[in-house]
Nanobody
Framework: QVQLVESGGGLVQAGGSLRLSCTAS????????IGWVRQSPGQQRQFVAA????????YSSDSMKGRFTVSRDGAKNTVYLQMNSLKPEDTAVYYC???????????????????WGQGTQVTVSS
């Protein structure tokens, strides 16, 4: 069993930055793919980025890749999502999720992640 806890969300002005953390207990994250998924009000969950257990990183789009960065800290059993140049449309609840078998980036399959955190709210004001 893996327990995931996100932190680092908050209110920021457009153009600002936030760093989200996903910390695990119960198991080491080194053998899991960790994905970041967000959900805006009235919208379905959307894949943002993920890092596989082997270190492969995938972003949802080139635009996301240019603004967001995923990284791991094995010693802290934590995965980060550094978000720069934030836009109002980035406003959402951000979740981290873990899967022991594969990197899931397809929005129609992201519900298949094995474990989920509770989410952290990110609000970007214009």
């Amino acid at each position: 069993q893996v327990q995931l806890v996100e932190s680092g969300g908050g209110l920021v002005q457009a153009g600002g930055s936030l760093r989200l953390s996903c910390t695990a207990s119960g198991r080491t994250l080194s053998t899991y793919t960790i994905g970041w998924v967000r959900q805006s009000p009235g919208q379905q969950r959307q894949f943002v980025a993920a890092v596989s257990w082997s270190g492969r990183i995938t972003y949802s789009s080139d635009s996301m890749k240019g603004r967001f960065t995923v990284s791991r800290d094995g010693a802290k059993n934590t995965v980060y999502l550094q978000m720069n140049s934030l836009k109002p449309e980035d406003t959402a609840v951000y979740y981290c999720a873990a899967d022991s078998r594969r990197l899931i980036s397809d929005n129609s399959h992201i519900h298949e992640y094995d474990y989920w955190g509770q989410g952290t709210q990110v609000t970007v004001s214009s």
